[in-house]
C-alpha cells in the first residue's frame, strides 16, 4: 500500500500532492498517517480471534507474504522510475 500511495503522489503532483502536503504539512506526515491507520486496522482484524472458523495463518505463511510485500513493492517503485 505505502508503494501504491507513493507513485499515485509522484504521478499527480498538482492534486494528490498538493492535498497531501495541505492536509499535514508536508507529504510525508500524511503518508505516514495513512500507513499507520492501515497498519492498526489490518492488525485489529487480523488479531481477532475466529472461534475456530476462518483461516489460521501460520508463522511461515505470514513470513512470506511480509518479504513478498515488500518485494512487491521494492519493484513497483523501481519500476515506476524506469
Do not use: Q
Request: net charge negative; no cysteine.
Amino acid at each position: 500500500m505505502s508503494a501504491i500511495l507513493f507513485i499515485v503522489k509522484e504521478s499527480n503532483e498538482e492534486t494528490v500532492l498538493a492535498w497531501r502536503k495541505a492536509a499535514a504539512g508536508h507529504h510525508w506526515i500524511t503518508h505516514g498517517v495513512f500507513d499507520l491507520i492501515l497498519f492498526v486496522f489490518l492488525g485489529w482484524v487480523l488479531s481477532r480471534p475466529n472461534d475456530g472458523e476462518g483461516i489460521k495463518i501460520s508463522a511461515n505463511w505470514l513470513t512470506g507474504s511480509i518479504v513478498g510485500a515488500v518485494v512487491i513493492s521494492g519493484l513497483l517503485i523501481i519500476g515506476f522510475y524506469i
